[in-house]
Nanobody
Framework: QVQLVESGGGLAQPGGSLKLSCTAS????????MGWYRQAPGKQRELVAR???????TYADSVKGRFTISRDNAKNSVYLQMNSLKPEDTAVYYC????????????????WGQGTQVTVSA
């Protein structure tokens, strides 16, 4: 079994900062791309940022210049530093990873974390 466990969500004021962390644990034999998605009430889940195993990075236009994604391959972890937060950043943030969950294999599966709430409000 593979689990993605997120932490770091919470309440922030507009203009404030939060840092999300996500670690893959369990039967992890390799990690390819990882990323963060978010879902606000009444809206579809959307990509926030993703990072490949080669450190190629993609950001949603709405977070460029404010959010920074990074990863620590030794810890099977991905992070999202969120600065200059806006009320429209309020959502449940989900960690995503393409993970090899079997030994001697290069086939990966997509796994999701349980989600962490980020609320930006004065």
């Amino acid at each position: 079994q593979v689990q993605l466990v997120e932490s770091g969500g919470g309440l922030a004021q507009p203009g404030g900062s939060l840092k999300l962390s996500c670690t893959a644990s369990g039967d992890v034999f390799g990690v390819y791309g990882m990323g963060w998605y978010r879902q606000a009430p009444g809206k579809q889940r959307e990509l926030v940022a993703r990072i490949t195993d080669g450190n190629g990075i993609t950001y949603a236009d709405s977070v460029k210049g404010r959010f920074t994604i990074s990863r620590d391959n030794a810890k099977n972890s991905v992070y999202l530093q969120m600065n200059s937060l806006k009320p429209e950043d309020t959502a449940v943030y989900y960690c995503h990873g393409n993970i090899v969950a079997a030994p001697h294999s290069q086939n990966y599966r997509a796994f999701w974390g349980q989600g962490t709430q980020v609320t930006v409000s004065a």
